[in-house]
Nanobody, 115 residues
Framework: QVQLVESGGGKVQPGGSLRLSCVAS????????MAWYRQAPGEQRELVAG???????KYADSVKGRFTISRNRGQNAVNLQMNTLKPEDTATYYC?????????WGQGIQVTVSA
């Protein structure tokens, strides 16, 4: 199973930016997709952004134009640049990888948007 380590979370004021990073324990070339999900208290986990092996991306409507997902093959990482953050972006963010034999999840990292 792939080990995933997330970093870059924290507290930021509304309108601010954060960059999340998820480093995988093996080459990301093997993944069919990599994605970021989030889960707020009392809510279901939802897809924030995904990037597929061919480079196509997908975003939740609520983050389109504000968030950007990208891969760094040299670091075996997937990043999430989050701009113009809103209080409703507050959640625990999870990294996920998809392989033919199953999915792997990171441990989650907290993002808090508050004045």
């Amino acid at each position: 199973q792939v080990q995933l380590v997330e970093s870059g979370g924290g507290k930021v004021q509304p309108g601010g930016s954060l960059r999340l990073s998820c480093v995988a324990s093996k080459s990301i070339f093997s993944f069919q997709a990599m994605a970021w999900y989030r889960q707020a208290p009392g809510e279901q986990r939802e897809l924030v952004a995904g990037i597929y092996s061919g480079g196509a991306t997908k975003y939740a409507d609520s983050v389109k134009g504000r968030f950007t997902i990208s891969r760094n093959r040299g670091q075996n990482a997937v990043n999430l640049q989050m701009n113009t953050l809103k209080p409703e972006d507050t959640a625990t963010y999870y990294c996920k990888t998809v392989e033919p034999w199953g999915d792997s999840w990171g441990q989650g990292i907290q993002v808090t948007v508050s004045a």
